[in-house]
């Protein structure tokens, strides 16, 4: 049974910096790509970041390149969060990818991530 | 980079009313374009991949057409259990873009 389980979220401060893991089980890890989608309260579905399986190619929104990093290895895959700022407050999902191609067919639960004072 | 709107913003139809939500790209895309259905409180889930490709396990009165730039997602008889926010989401190239949403309801 394919499990994405992520990790790692809270409340930060303005600037600050959190990073969010995403454990993943029940299939071929290096098979697929992984990728971050966050919701805003209230809000729709925002893609993040994508890495693909082999982790030579990593993608970012415009919103967040420059502070954001992706990277994996085994079977996690982590998104590091710096310089964060209010409009990052969402729920941050994990999700899988067939390699090369970014469509989703498994999710994480998500976790919450809150950037405030 | 891409645009996309998604059409309408929110509908309410009745239970078996036939329903179809609309997405158009800025450019051509191919078939390169998935839908997802959220229910309220829920994880996003997979309907359809490749335009109309549909997802294991996802009824068959979800279907989705179109390529290029318009693409549509009909559900043939709405039930109660697909009240819900559905999403088009591009994956021909990064960034890999969700449309706005349309939130459906029950009349």
């Known amino acids: 049974e394919v499990q994405l389980l992520e990790s790692g979220g809270g409340l930060v401060q303005p600037g600050g910096s959190l990073r969010l893991s995403c454990a993943a089980s029940?299939?071929?890890?290096?098979?697929?790509?992984m990728t971050w989608v966050r919701q805003a309260p209230g809000k729709g579905l925002e893609w993040v970041s994508s890495i693909s399986g082999s982790g030579e190619s990593r993608y970012y929104a415009d919103s967040v390149k420059g502070r954001f990093t992706i990277s994996r290895e085994r079977s996690k895959n982590t998104l590091y969060m710096n310089s964060l700022r209010a409009e990052d407050t969402a729920v941050y999902y994990c999700?899988?990818?067939?390699?090369?191609?970014?469509?989703?067919?498994?999710w994480g639960q998500g976790i919450q991530v809150t950037v405030s004072s | 980079d891409i645009q996309m709107t998604q059409s309408p913003a929110s509908l309410s139809a009745s239970v078996g009313d036939r329903v179809t939500i609309t997405c158009r790209t800025s450019q051509g895309i191919s078939n390169y374009f998935a839908w997802y259905q959220q229910r309220p409180g829920e994880v996003p889930k997979l309907l359809i991949y490749?335009?109309?490709t549909l997802q294991s396990g996802v009824p068959s009165r979800f279907s989705g057409r179109g390529s290029g730039t318009d693409f549509t997602l009909t559900i043939t008889s709405l039930q109660p259990e697909d009240v819900a926010t559905y999403y088009c989401q591009k994956y021909n190239s990064a960034p890999f873009t969700f449309g706005p949403g349309t939130k459906v309801d029950i009349k």
């Open positions: 999700a899988r990818g067939i390699s090369g191609i970014y469509y989703f067919d498994y």
């Open positions: 490749g335009a109309s």
């Open positions: 029940g299939f071929a890890f290096s098979s697929y790509a």
